[in-house]
């Protein structure tokens, strides 16, 4: 890398913790005004020791304590500007997809205040403002409106979005949340269509303001497209399988903005003088000198999410070793203050082998393991999608021998279900080379597993007591509609939860571990 003095910020809230990292020992922001901030970074190495003399690599893994946040009545949540921007091309008349994104987007003009700001877009060949930027005070006639969309045309998904952010911008407040839902089930087709200069449109967008969320409906929209303008756009990325999910889809995406608790997050790195190379997995990033910038999405109410570098380390003798400054900039709903954090990434180096080996943090060594297998997974996906079948299949086969020989020595329940997941891949990746329809849908969700997967979202594939959110809430819908479950359906996955799962995995015949793997979805068709 190349090397160039660090700047930071003096006039915000700075907070130093300079910790010589062992294994499992996590970095913390110490004292009680940390504790009540919304948003507090925890850093692991995946070794606390490195070994003398030698050139390392070392994984650096972030998680995220996100605060509880529920809006009291009285105190109430951020206001939200929304422009939702609707696809209303020709194919939108297949599987009933207009009548349902109708009832989704009149479910989200019922649950905005009057407050709120909304605008809607429809887009086909044509674009035209169903219902221009205004605070939602007139829900019956705005509903009215949306009831008279109807198919037709071809596919200006660019212009829709666009279109969309104008209709934000007029009413963007620096305080409230301010974003586009864009949903298409189509390929883009007209106007400007070319991802690199959309993507360029979208970080616009983002600077200004307005983050973007995507949500491809069916078989035939571009996700890659899709999933490159939530990321460049500050938004979420959603995979809409079949019409009759859009509501739930568009309320898990409005839960997500009610309950945001920290926005324009961005962690920086200040690499040491001995690392030569870092590399960051699920997220865009910039480098420059010695400093890497990754912009993060919102953060919204105990959300679970991580990140991982990977350090390539030049030799060092033994002692000490600075790896680098980390920093975590946001600002907080909760307090309405800009935060400013930084941790300060340090190593043990020793010519004692046993040392190292001693230092090993198991839990850094299985999530890394995760994270970098859906990363190679996604590889293999696109060597499918690429028509080489052979190929994707001997490097399936190789990233399972090398999973398995982590597994050998870590042993972990996580990896074994990645290992299952694999195995399933390989299965569906022979089936779905039998038609057009199989392999989109291979592909569309297989790319967007790994997605999530490549930022410490493993709900897609696996789940365990003491997990939240949304695939908890279909599992547990699942294991309701079966007559397992009879808790409520909050998201939490339980010790009842959990002693459902086991009930159920004891009659079909799957290893009865109490945890959500790949087999136990798929066995309830939610994998």
């Given at each position: 890398m190349n090397r160039k003095p660090s700047n930071r910020r003096g006039d915000r809230l700075h907070r130093i913790l300079a910790i010589a990292l062992a294994s499992g020992l996590a970095m913390t922001m110490a004292?009680?005004?940390a504790l009540a901030r919304s948003l507090t970074p925890r850093a692991e190495l995946d070794h606390g020791v490195i070994l003398a003399g030698d050139e390392n690599t070392v994984y650096v893994l972030i998680d995220f304590d996100v605060a509880r946040f529920v809006p009291p009545p009285a105190y109430g949540r951020p206001d939200l500007n929304l422009a939702m921007v609707l696809d209303r091309s020709g194919s939108m008349a297949d599987r009933g997809k207009m009548e349902y994104a109708r009832e989704a987007a009149k479910i989200v003009v019922d649950r905005m205040h009057?407050?709120?700001?909304l605008a809607v877009v429809e887009y086909d060949d044509e674009i035209t403002v169903l219902w221009p930027a205004a605070p939602v005070e007139a829900k019956t006639l705005i509903k009215r409106r949306i009831d008279e969309l109807e198919p037709r045309g071809s596919t200006n998904l660019c212009g829709g979005m666009m279109r969309g952010v104008e209709e934000a911008m007029r009413h963007r407040d620096g305080s409230d949340i301010n974003r586009v839902i864009l949903l298409s089930d189509g390929l883009a087709?007209?106007?400007v269509t070319e991802p690199r200069e959309i993507y360029r449109l979208v970080r616009d967008a983002k600077r200004r303001g307005v983050t973007i969320s995507t949500m491809g409906l069916g078989l035939d929209y571009n996700e890659d497209l899709m999933q490159g303008i939530a990321e460049n756009g500050g938004g979420n990325y959603y995979y809409i399988e079949n019409p009759h999910q859009m509501s739930r889809i568009f309320g898990r995406e409005l839960e997500t903005l009610f309950t945001t608790v920290a926005r324009d997050v961005v962690i920086r790195f200040r690499a040491g003088g001995k690392v030569s190379d870092v590399e960051v997995y699920g997220y865009p990033f910039e480098i420059d000198g010695d400093a890497v910038t990754i912009p993060l999405e919102n953060f919204y109410s105990e959300e679970q999410r991580s990140l991982l570098l990977k350090l390539e380390i030049d030799p060092a003798r033994a002692g000490d070793l600075d790896l680098g400054e980390l920093g975590l900039t946001y600002h907080d709903y909760l307090t309405d203050e800009a935060v400013d954090m930084s941790l300060e990434l340090r190593v043990d180096v020793s010519e004692n082998e046993h040392e190292v080996e001693r230092s090993r943090n198991d839990r850094v060594i299985v999530e890394s393991t995760l994270t970098s297998t859906d990363k190679r997974q996604d590889e293999i996906?696109?060597?499918?999608?690429?028509?080489?079948?052979?190929?994707?299949?001997?490097e399936l086969d190789r990233l399972t021998a090398d999973v398995n020989e982590i597994q050998r020595g870590v042993a972990s329940p996580r990896i074994a279900a990645k290992l299952e997941a694999l195995s399933l891949e390989q299965e569906d990746m022979v089936l779905a080379d039998g038609s057009a329809a199989g392999r989109s849908a291979f592909l569309k969700s297989n790319k967007a597993r790994n997605?999530?997967?490549t930022r410490g979202k493993r709900g897609f594939f696996l789940m365990s007591e003491g997990d939240k959110g949304y695939e908890v809430e279909r599992l547990q819908e699942a294991l309701q509609d079966l007559g397992l479950f009879s808790g409520e359906i909050d998201g939490v996955y339980s010790t009842?939860?959990?002693?459902a799962v086991i009930e159920f995995q004891g009659r079909n015949n799957i290893k009865t571990d109490g945890l959500a793997g790949p087999n136990t979805l798929r066995a309830l068709n939610l994998y």
């Open positions: 004292g009680s005004a009057a407050s709120d700001v087709n007209e106007g996906v696109r060597l499918y999608e690429a028509g080489d079948m052979d190929a994707a299949q001997a997605y999530q997967g009842e939860v959990k002693e």
